[in-house]
């Protein structure tokens, strides 16, 4: 053992040394052959200049530019090289005050030891102009010099929260996306800024400069061999219509709500529009304008149109409608009676003056309460099921299937799923068996439990021009470089067949063109020859007047254009929502109004002073 | 070893082991100040800097040194080795669980402004628990049982520590294979686990290409010139090899990339030559009765095996974002931030150091803060900027000199148990020099772990003082009795 041992132990040892002289070979290579280390003997040093990539500019649907950008200055300063200069004169060439500059210089001084040689950003986003007189006089301040740096640039004032906005990182969000970002750095925080950032931000580059000991920079190091370029970030083209947009956001100015257009047979987004939004020009200085938007009561910053869980109202009854014929609970030939609504006990669902009694057709029609409130206690005291637990939750799985209830994929960040009712829900609350079809009767009109994004119902309106069928709203365009998920080009199919779906689109046509005066309520909506179909819905808002809400689609035998209108305590559905999504399908499809006088109406009416405001 | 009954401390205490200890901790401590030193200067025993910091863990980690020399039965280390094995097992799973993210890692306690990470004291615990067993007079590490107990032993530890996502750290175990071959595990084992880990690190950081020329290389060694038949075929096959090597090189500049030949990568070039070569070798080793020739055939094709399914397994069967894991964890996508790869700066930091340095805190490279962890993974950087490769040679010397050491006392103790162990501590500091020197230098991929005595850190420090210390004692006690 004990010579075999030593050998053993010879042969580590040996090892070891082939080691060792492994790495010091290395080393004498590196140190002593090879010059591609070095940076000769004078101490020189590199200096890393940062090059930033440009943004993916951001197209509609037509190709028009919606964001692009557009070339500020920082002013860096070295506060090691600063020699003795004249504030006054820096401070009025920056446009700036001489206590600022004396300030930040101060600051400097104090973390000295902290700084080193490195570049501190004095100045942010300076505009061409003043940074072209700065550069002027450059040679007089020795250590401050300007760096190119691109901001966001709006040409149309299209999207507002909906592109969001692009601001610097905070160590929070360094922290979030380890290795990916440093302080400087700009990412997109909201919209298709930062759902996209990692397409839009593109790579960043450097170019390294040789330093020598008296801290001037001589020449680039190896003649730029281990440079890096920039790699600019990848365009993006939005399936938002510009124009269509902007039309929306004047149609909805002055009143809270959201007003959501999609073209069904893709589920691409055309317009969504949230009122009040932020401007465009507050955009790409979002920093200057943060408290402002903040402190708004409005809340401009929230996405009312993926992010609000309203009511649906009236439209909710198409849902129940078909569910029903599908079913077989209802069928195209029963007709109810509604006295002004529906009475149990000592108790009543109201409803408007209409004739009565209704089939189906009809009261979608006229939109009656009475007839939907049957329709629903059918469906949940259907035979085929067990008890009242097991029908809500098979109407729960039908509604499910409209995109209702959950979150339906859309490519926003922030997206809502709404809520929907489930027997567990009601158990909880009643008790087991504490509950029946009058506790929950709201529901037959879409009240109560139920809440949904402006988007859903636009989406529903979708699913109707569809006659089944839906696909998952986004917003974002496959193009070159750019993937969007294989999910937004499948079919989502509803629990119900296509041909239930005509006979309540049947409906749907007639509340719009039956003509005035016949009990159809949506016939301000009509446009001659688009063939509109829609439904008007008024949901009763707790904070004030009700909700005005419409959803429509046209031409009815050949979609283009499904569109949601929901306007905050702006009364009934026809009265302000039905107008605006009507003139919107006109605008889209035709171009421009025939009807000056209610686009008029729609342009300068101001809701505002009716809301009641979040605090 | 004489008969001397009671030698005093002077004698019974290798000096020289304790004074290279020393040396390296104040070079670490100098250099450690070189790498926090900004233009400002400040005292090398400020305590709001590193250096500072390094004082007091250096002067603590001497008052444990003192302890175990001194204070503490050299018995009681192989008395309670199980003990202590487990509750620092313990402590490796507990962390995982309490602990913060460090960069991916969940390897630090933190008590207030305290840190520490168990992952350097299972090393001390390893060592001694391998070193209980091993020294037990009926154990043969050819028997399996006592073979499969040694490898739970380095195993457990090493898997809990990767579950941690210290890489660094867990490569340290491989180091106990040295402990093994000497203890009477089989060399060509030994050989053939270096060559596998060796190979399926080539394949991912350089190519299959590099990791089969490799491969043949050393297969070629081992059949034909170490037994001794180095004729003309020998030499033909050493030409054949150099001009393999040029190969892919000879392909880009000369095959016009739309003809038939560009298809033909030289991959397949050498695939089909490696097949001809294990065919000759397995018909010749068969006829010749050569068993060696037969073998070497077997390994050529095991090699090629681990080659491909390497590379195939990485980029056909692995998810995303494992091959990712796995990209970070060899340093292969470290550092997407853009400003170069982190061993080009330490790279440039090294060489722009030339003969004989820069100077004591004339180093520019390290105190812009371009090579990131300067004053701990990354130390050796200030070594190689400021003292040049003069500096680097002392360094390296001093570790050789102390590992050295550590083997030979090791072979001259009586008692298995300080042999053993001794070759543990020989090893581990081994590793983990091979691993930071070649991660600074591009020889291995950059693989967070510190450089012993050197780098910043009390938990390493401390880690590393206890274990070369408990070994001077052991060896200490028995030049005392013997």
Redesign the interface.
């Known amino acids: 053992m004990t010579t075999?041992?030593?050998n053993?132990?010879r042969?580590?040892?040996i090892?070891?040394?082939i080691?060792?002289v492994?790495?010091?070979a290395?080393?004498?290579y590196?140190?002593?052959v090879?010059d591609?280390?070095?940076?000769n003997?004078s101490?020189?040093?590199?200096v890393?200049d940062?090059i930033y990539p440009t943004r993916g500019i951001i197209y509609d649907r037509n190709g028009k530019i919606i964001v692009s950008n557009k070339v500020t200055y920082d002013i860096l300063v070295t506060p090691?090289e600063v020699t003795q200069f004249d504030t006054l004169l820096l401070a009025s060439v920056l446009e700036t005050t001489p206590e600022f500059i004396r300030e930040k210089m101060a600051e400097y001084s104090r973390n000295?030891?902290?700084i080193?040689?490195?570049s501190m950003v004095m100045l942010k986003q300076i505009k061409p102009e003043t940074y072209m007189k700065f550069a002027e006089i450059q040679y007089n301040f020795p250590g401050f010099r300007g760096q190119v740096r691109s901001i966001r640039d709006y040409p149309v004032n299209a999207g507002g929260n909906l592109l969001g906005y692009v601001s610097e990182v905070d160590q929070k969000y360094i922290d979030d996306h380890?290795?990916?970002?440093?302080p400087g750095d700009y990412a997109g925080k909201t919209g298709i800024e930062a759902a996209r950032e990692k397409d839009l931000r593109g790579?960043?580059?450097?170019h390294i400069y040789l330093r020598n000991s008296r801290n001037q920079i001589e020449r680039r190091y190896k003649d730029g061999e281990?440079d890096?370029e920039a790699v600019p970030g990848h365009d993006i083209v939005t399936t938002i219509d510009a124009d269509l947009q902007q039309y929306g956001q004047q149609l909805m100015k002055n009143k809270v709500g959201s007003l959501v257009a999609i073209e069904p047979k893709t589920g691409e987004i055309l317009s969504l529009v949230s009122s009040p939004g932020v401007d465009v020009s507050m955009l790409a200085d979002i920093s200057q304008h943060y408290n402002e938007i903040i402190k708004d009561p409005h809340k401009p910053m929230f996405n009312r149109a993926v992010q609000a869980p309203y009511p649906p109202g009236s439209v909710f009854k198409l849902v129940n409608g078909l569910i029903g014929l599908q079913e077989g609970t209802l069928n195209m030939d029963m007709a109810y009676p509604c006295y002004q609504g529906y009475h149990f006990g000592s108790h009543k669902l109201g409803c408007h003056n209409h004739r009565s009694p209704l089939k189906l057709e009809e009261a979608i029609m006229m939109s009656c309460n009475g007839f939907f409130c049957y329709v629903l206690r059918n469906i949940l005291e259907n035979k085929k099921y067990k008890n009242i637990d097991e029908a809500l939750d098979k109407w729960n799985e039908y509604v499910q299937s409209f995109g209702f209830g959950h979150k339906l994929g859309s490519d926003f960040p922030a997206e809502l799923g709404g809520t929907l009712p489930t027997s567990k829900l009601y158990n909880k609350r009643y008790g087991k068996g504490g509950w029946k079809f009058t506790t929950i009767i709201s529901i037959s009109i879409g009240q109560g439990e139920v809440g949904v994004t402006p988007l859903q119902i636009a989406n529903l309106a979708a699913i109707m021009a569809n006659r089944g069928w839906y696909k998952i709203p986004h917003i974002v365009k496959a193009s070159e470089g750019v993937e969007i998920e294989p999910k937004y080009y499948d079919r989502q199919y509803t629990m119900v067949d296509t041909t239930n779906f005509k006979k309540v689109i049947r409906g749907m046509w007639r509340a719009v063109n039956n003509g005035p005066g016949t009990g159809c309520t949506a016939a301000i909506a009509e446009v001659k020859g688009l063939d509109i179909c829609g439904k008007t819905g008024t949901a009763q808002n707790p904070r004030g007047a009700d909700n005005s809400v419409f959803i429509c689609f046209a031409p009815m035998d050949d979609p283009k254009i499904a569109v949601a209108a929901y306007v905050e305590n702006a009364g009934f559905g026809a009265t302000w929502a039905a107008p605006i999504a009507s003139l919107l399908i006109e605008k889209y499809l035709n171009g421009e109004t025939s009807r000056p006088d209610l686009e008029n109406r729609v342009l300068q009416g101001d809701l505002m002073s009716r809301v009641k405001t979040y605090n | 070893m004489g008969n001397f009954s009671d030698r005093g401390v002077k004698q019974s205490i290798d000096w020289k082991l304790v004074i290279s200890y020393l040396l390296l901790i104040l070079i670490g401590w100098v250099n450690i100040y070189a790498s926090v030193h900004?233009?400002?200067p400040?005292s090398i025993f400020d305590f709001s800097v590193r250096s500072g910091k390094q004082f007091v863990w250096i002067l603590t980690a001497m008052g444990l040194a003192l302890i175990i020399l001194f204070a503490i039965n050299p018995r009681f280390w192989e008395s309670s080795a199980l003990p202590l094995y487990l509750f620092v097992l313990v402590l490796l799973m507990v962390v995982i669980f309490v602990s913060k993210d460090v960069?991916?890692s969940h390897s630090w306690f933190e008590f207030g402004p305290v840190k520490f990470q168990p992952a350097e004291i299972s090393k001390i615990s390893t060592s001694l628990l391998l070193a209980t067993l091993m020294s037990q007079t009926n154990y043969r590490i050819t028997r399996l049982k006592d073979f499969l107990m040694t490898a739970l032993i380095i195993g457990v530890p090493m898997l809990v520590i990767l579950a941690e996502s210290e890489t660094g750290s867990a490569l340290v175990y491989v180091g106990f294979l040295?402990v093994m071959?000497?203890e009477?595990f089989s060399?060509w084992w030994l050989f053939s686990i270096i060559l596998a880990v060796a190979l399926f690190i080539l394949t991912l950081t350089a190519s299959p290409y590099v990791s089969l020329l490799v491969l043949i290389g050393v297969i070629l060694i081992t059949t034909i010139i170490i037994p001794g038949r180095m004729g003309v075929v020998g030499w033909i096959d050493l030409g054949i090899l150099t001009l393999l090597c040029l190969l892919p090189w000879v392909f880009g500049k000369t095959v016009p990339e739309e003809s038939f030949l560009a298809k033909v990568k030289p991959l397949y070039i050498l695939l089909g030559i490696c097949l001809c070569v294990v065919a000759t070798m397995l018909v010749r080793g068969y006829r010749e009765r050569k068993r060696y020739l037969s073998m070497g055939a077997l390994g050529l094709i095991a090699g090629i095996a681990l080659v491909f399914s390497t590379e195939f397994i990485f980029n056909n069967i692995l998810q995303d974002h494992q091959r990712k894991r796995i990209e970070v964890l060899l340093g292969m996508k470290e550092?997407?931030?853009?400003?170069?790869y982190n061993v080009?700066q330490s790279?440039?930091a090294?060489?722009?150091?030339?003969?004989s340095g820069?100077g004591f805190l004339?180093g520019?490279?390290t105190?812009?803060?371009?090579v990131p962890e300067q004053s701990t993974d990354f130390i050796f950087c200030t070594v190689?900027e400021e003292w040049?490769?003069l500096g680097?040679?002392v360094v390296?010397f001093l570790?050789?000199f102390m590992?050295?050491r550590i083997?030979i006392d090791a072979?001259k103790s009586r008692e298995s148990f300080t042999r053993i162990y001794g070759y543990c501590v020989a090893s581990c500091i081994?590793m983990h020099l091979?691993i930071n020197?070649?991660m600074t230098?591009?020889?291995m991929p950059v693989i967070g772990i510190p450089l012993p005595l050197l780098s910043y850190g009390g938990s390493s420090l401390w880690a590393f003082t206890i274990l070369i210390f408990i070994f001077i004692a052991l060896y200490r006690q028995e030049k005392k009795y013997y």
Do not use: H
């Open positions: 075999e041992g030593n053993r132990s042969v580590l040892l090892g070891l040394l080691v060792a492994i790495l010091l290395k080393l004498f590196i140190q002593i090879d591609k280390y070095k940076i003997a101490n020189n040093s590199m890393y940062m090691r000295k030891k902290k080193g040689y490195q380890p290795g990916e970002y440093r790579e960043k580059g450097y281990m890096k | 900004s233009s400002e400040s960069k991916g040295f071959y000497r009477g060399g550092d997407p931030s853009g400003v170069g080009n790279m440039i090294i060489g722009s150091g030339g003969f820069k004339n520019t490279q105190t812009f803060g371009f190689g040049g490769f680097c040679l390296i570790y050789v590992i050295w083997v072979e081994f091979f020197i070649g230098i591009g020889l």
